[in-house]
């Protein structure tokens, strides 16, 4: 049986997405087993915090979101509501993610600029709106379908938004201004702050920033070239291990504070709950 063109490149794009999903889940489940004692001591030793739910929520979620697209990529499907049911719920499960991931950062590069109420109002308001765009292109009515190739699973867009790479974009220039944001900051106190909680957060926020721009980038360019299926994907993939990233990187800041504290008594342990910051002790 012969099939159109348009079949074998949705056919390419399912695989595709299968084998990142399971790529994915695999790397996060690797890197779970490996944290595991650290991730446990922070658990059990660090104080209860809004800091620390938020560490749960972003640490615990990706598992939420790999069940699922695992399930839809490797579940035979021909109901086309189904597949919208479930893309819907993996792309709000994501959406909270990277709020909660990236709000990390916002509360690290105000606790950088002295807790500066109107700094964190704006970047909060900035947020807020490159937040509901990406929510509001993702819902927007798509068509879905399933591949009349047999042994190919799993569902794909075959019409979507010819503007869904509006909010990477937002969200890359987000990124770009946070990094420039503690760029400023860190080059104003250099020489002035030595602490080591302060330079570990510094290079925290760089990294994660410049991650989140080179994914969001990545993403513009995908979502205006490439097939439907592989938008989904690298958006989803970003999510994920921005949010891998980011609790990773909470474990250790807390730690580094641990030993800080232990080796010389002056680094108060509340700063990486952030509820008591202060940068230049």
């Known amino acids: 049986m012969e099939y159109s063109t348009g079949d074998v490149a949705a056919a390419r794009s399912l695989q595709f997405a299968t084998y990142i999903y399971t790529s994915t889940a695999t790397f996060w489940t690797y890197d779970y087993v490996c944290s595991l004692h ?17 560490y749960i929520v ?59 109420r109107i700094l964190l109002a704006t970047l909060l308001g900035i947020f807020f709106v490159t937040s509901v765009s990406i929510i509001v292109d993702t819902a927007v009515s798509a ?60 290079n925290h926020n760089i990294f994660y920033y410049a991650c989140a721009f080179l994914f969001s980038t990545m993403n513009i360019f995908t979502s205006l070239l490439l097939q439907d299926t592989y938008r989904t994907v690298l958006n989803s993939f970003q999510f994920l291990t921005l949010a891998i990233v980011a609790a990773r990187m909470h474990i250790h800041l807390w730690q580094t504070g641990q030993h800080l504290r232990g080796s010389s008594g002056l680094v108060h342990i509340p700063l990486t709950d952030m509820s008591s910051v202060n940068v230049t002790a």
Not at 38 to 54: A, D, Q, Y
Not at 63 to 80: A, C, E, H, K, R
Not at 143 to 166: D, E, K
Not at 177 to 195: A, C, D, V
């Open 143 to 202: 068509t879905y379908a399933t591949s009349p190739i047999p042994g190919i699973t799993g569902c794909y867009q075959s019409s979507a938004s010819n503007q869904i790479f509006i909010p990477f974009l937002l969200f890359s220039v987000f990124g770009l201004g946070l990094m420039i944001l503690t760029l400023i900051r860190s080059i104003q106190s250099w020489r002035t702050n030595s602490n080591r909680l302060y330079v570990v957060l510094v």
């Open 58 to 116: 972003t640490r615990y979620l990706p598992f939420v979101v790999l069940i699922t697209d695992l399930y839809m990529s490797f579940t035979p499907n021909g109901n086309p509501s189904k597949c919208r049911m479930l893309v819907n719920i993996s792309s709000g499960f994501e959406m909270i993610l990277a709020i909660f991931s990236a709000f990390f950062f916002i509360l690290r590069t105000y606790a950088l600029w002295n807790k500066n």
């Open 38 to 54: 650290e991730e446990w001591t922070f658990l059990l030793r660090s104080n209860w915090s809004k800091m620390k739910g938020l």
